[in-house]
């Protein structure tokens, strides 16, 4: 069950419900406390615990704050209203626009004293805000079930019974403006989920923007977006990523969303100025799945869980876009993270999970690998995700994350095991590589490897 109330809004009134009698102070005691463990607010535990139904305390919430509550199963948003909020901010703050009378937009949120999310979406939609109260759940079921705005692509169905989909033919359609860009954006992205890409690049060239297909290490060139629509496709491609269209003399990161035949896919969207003009890569991640429906052979998916109960870093291995990242999530799912600190440190967390800390980095502000991992340790992690740790310095870390009894993921790029055996034997290595408590080498999605500490210190030696 998904977050009915945020902390921000039950923190200022948990106190009321004792002084109303709703709940004892003993009760609350007990509620903080399954908060804590369960890394919940009070309003899930005491939810969970059966000791308040949902409807109760979201109503007990309008009677104090004196804010209309609403049942969004029994609503219909209107569509025009989704313009004022982007959808990176709906999921970000777990908000939904309803509708717009004059100057005063009307938004469902589940937390309503949330003052920054609030002045967040009056800057964005320049206009006053009228809050309404409705459960987390249901306005993340709205989110995904509505939304279409500027920000996000459309669904794109695959289903194509020929076969083959180019999108050029939609390119070439009569159509103008900034909706014709983004439907150019969806064909582009409906190819590539149809050829099985996961990388697509955007290269400037004299004619225009080169679309680029990128699998198994070729790069297929599939058309040219023509010099006229250059700047309008670049400008909506970052918009739609959360990026800003104004800046193009450095690089920006940024995340794209889209549905694939009703499922939410995720895209790191990368910008870099080149002598030509930006260069556009994106990278698609998939849903992760369950560990068994990966690795299907129990011996081999019992190794791997038990090295994320010990002290001990986890490798896991492969050629680019080979899924590592995949396997990491589909790990992480794993792992008792109600019990256990999980942390995560990304350039883009691409999907989000369940009890799991995901923390991303954000070069604009400062906040970049170095730093976070001077200030993770004070988080005290028990087991940690480090995405593409590379540097001599970071590998110190990893190290003393170790002898501080902390279980590390971290993944490393390697065309095949003789190419893994002869990166690990430089001299920088050999204390990072004792410490490996568990490798996974992904040589293709039906073989993938797992060894143990035992079996890869032979292997390596």
Same mark, same amino acid.
């Given at each position: 069950?998904?977050?009915?109330?945020?902390?921000?809004?039950?923190?200022?009134?948990?106190?009321?419900?004792?002084?109303?009698?709703?709940?004892?102070?003993?009760?609350?005691?007990?509620?903080?406390?399954?908060?804590?463990?369960?890394?919940?607010?009070?309003?899930?535990?005491?939810?969970?615990?059966?000791?308040?139904?949902?409807?109760?305390?979201?109503?007990?919430?309008?009677?104090?704050?004196?804010?209309?509550?609403?049942?969004?199963?029994?609503?219909?948003?209107?569509?025009?209203?989704?313009?004022?909020?982007?959808?990176?901010?709906?999921?970000?703050?777990?908000?939904?626009?309803?509708?717009?009378?004059?100057?005063?937009?009307?938004?469902?949120?589940?937390?309503?004293?949330?003052?920054?999310?609030?002045?967040?979406?009056?800057?964005?939609?320049?206009?006053?805000?009228?809050?309404?109260?409705?459960?987390?759940?249901?306005?993340?079921?709205?989110?995904?079930?509505?939304?279409?705005?500027?920000?996000?692509?459309?669904?794109?169905?695959?289903?194509?019974?020929?076969?083959?989909?180019?999108?050029?033919?939609?390119?070439?359609?009569?159509?103008?403006?900034?909706?014709?860009?983004?439907?150019?954006?969806?064909?582009?992205? *409906?190819?590539?989920?149809?050829?099985?890409?996961?990388?697509?690049?955007?290269?400037?060239?004299?004619?225009?923007?080169?679309?680029?297909? =990128?699998?198994?290490?070729?790069?297929?060139? *599939?058309?040219?977006?023509?010099?006229?629509?250059?700047?309008?496709?670049?400008?909506?491609?970052?918009?739609?990523?959360?990026?800003?269209?104004?800046?193009?003399?450095?690089?920006?990161?940024? =995340?794209?969303?889209? =549905?694939?035949?009703?499922?939410?896919?995720?895209?790191?969207?990368?910008?870099?100025?080149?002598?030509?003009?930006?260069?556009?890569?994106?990278?698609?991640?998939?849903?992760?799945?369950?560990?068994?429906?990966?690795?299907?052979?129990?011996?081999?998916?019992?190794?791997?869980?038990?090295?994320?109960?010990?002290?001990?870093?986890?490798?896991?291995?492969?050629?680019?876009?080979?899924?590592?990242?995949?396997?990491?999530?589909?790990?992480?799912?794993?792992?008792?993270?109600?019990?256990?600190?999980?942390?995560?440190?990304?350039?883009?967390?691409?999907?989000?999970?369940?009890?799991?800390?995901?923390?991303?980095?954000?070069?604009?502000?400062?906040?970049?690998?170095?730093?976070?991992?001077?200030?993770?340790?004070?988080?005290?992690?028990?087991?940690?995700?480090?995405?593409?740790?590379?540097?001599?310095?970071?590998?110190?870390?990893?190290?003393?994350?170790?002898?501080?009894?902390?279980?590390?993921?971290?993944?490393?790029?390697?065309?095949?095991?003789?190419?893994?055996?002869?990166?690990?034997?430089?001299?920088?290595?050999?204390?990072?590589?004792?410490?490996?408590?568990?490798?996974?080498?992904?040589?293709?999605?039906?073989?993938?490897?797992?060894?143990?500490?035992?079996?890869?210190?032979?292997?390596?030696?």
């Amino acid at each position: 069950m998904e977050t009915a109330i945020n902390n921000k809004t039950l923190e200022k009134l948990k106190y009321e419900l004792v002084r109303d009698g709703v709940v004892s102070y003993e009760t609350l005691e007990k509620a903080e406390e399954l908060a804590d463990v369960q890394n919940i607010n009070i309003g899930q535990a005491l939810i969970n615990s059966g000791i308040l139904d949902e409807e109760t305390l979201l109503k007990f919430l309008e009677s104090k704050l004196h804010i209309p509550y609403v049942n969004l199963d029994d609503y219909s948003p209107d569509p025009k209203s989704f313009s004022y909020i982007t959808f990176s901010d709906a999921r970000r703050y777990r908000i939904i626009p309803l509708f717009k009378i004059e100057d005063v937009l009307t938004v469902a949120m589940s937390d309503p004293l949330n003052l920054f999310a609030i002045d967040k979406v009056i800057e964005t939609a320049e206009c006053s805000i009228e809050p309404v109260i409705a459960s987390e759940a249901s306005i993340i079921k709205k989110i995904d079930e509505y939304y279409k705005v500027a920000d996000t692509v459309d669904d794109i169905i695959t289903d194509d019974k020929s076969g083959e989909f180019d999108w050029t033919e939609e390119l070439h359609k009569e159509d103008s403006g900034e909706e014709h860009i983004q439907k150019v954006i969806r064909a582009i992205l *409906k190819q590539a989920i149809i050829e099985d890409v996961h990388e697509l690049n955007f290269e400037q060239a004299e004619d225009g923007l080169r679309v680029i297909f =990128k699998q198994n290490g070729e790069a297929a060139d *599939k058309g040219i977006i023509p010099s006229v629509l250059n700047s309008a496709f670049v400008s909506k491609l970052k918009i739609l990523s959360n990026l800003d269209p104004s800046v193009c003399e450095i690089p920006q990161l940024g =995340k794209l969303c889209f =549905k694939v035949d009703n499922t939410m896919l995720i895209a790191s969207v990368s910008s870099f100025p080149t002598i030509m003009g930006e260069r556009i890569s994106l990278k698609i991640y998939k849903p992760p799945k369950k560990l068994d429906k990966i690795l299907t052979d129990e011996k081999t998916r019992n190794t791997l869980l038990r090295a994320t109960e010990k002290p001990g870093i986890i490798l896991v291995c492969g050629s680019p876009l080979s899924g590592k990242t995949h396997i990491i999530y589909s790990l992480l799912m794993e792992t008792d993270n109600i019990h256990k600190n999980v942390m995560t440190i990304e350039s883009i967390a691409k999907y989000e999970l369940k009890y799991i800390h995901q923390c991303e980095l954000n070069e604009n502000i400062g906040f970049n690998i170095d730093k976070a991992l001077r200030f993770v340790e004070f988080q005290n992690p028990d087991l940690i995700y480090l995405e593409g740790i590379k540097t001599r310095e970071a590998f110190e870390f990893l190290s003393e994350l170790y002898y501080n009894d902390k279980t590390i993921i971290t993944e490393f790029m390697a065309n095949n095991m003789t190419d893994l055996r002869q990166k690990l034997s430089f001299e920088d290595f050999q204390s990072f590589k004792s410490l490996i408590t568990c490798l996974v080498f992904i040589h293709s999605r039906e073989s993938i490897e797992v060894f143990d500490k035992e079996t890869l210190q032979k292997y390596l030696a």
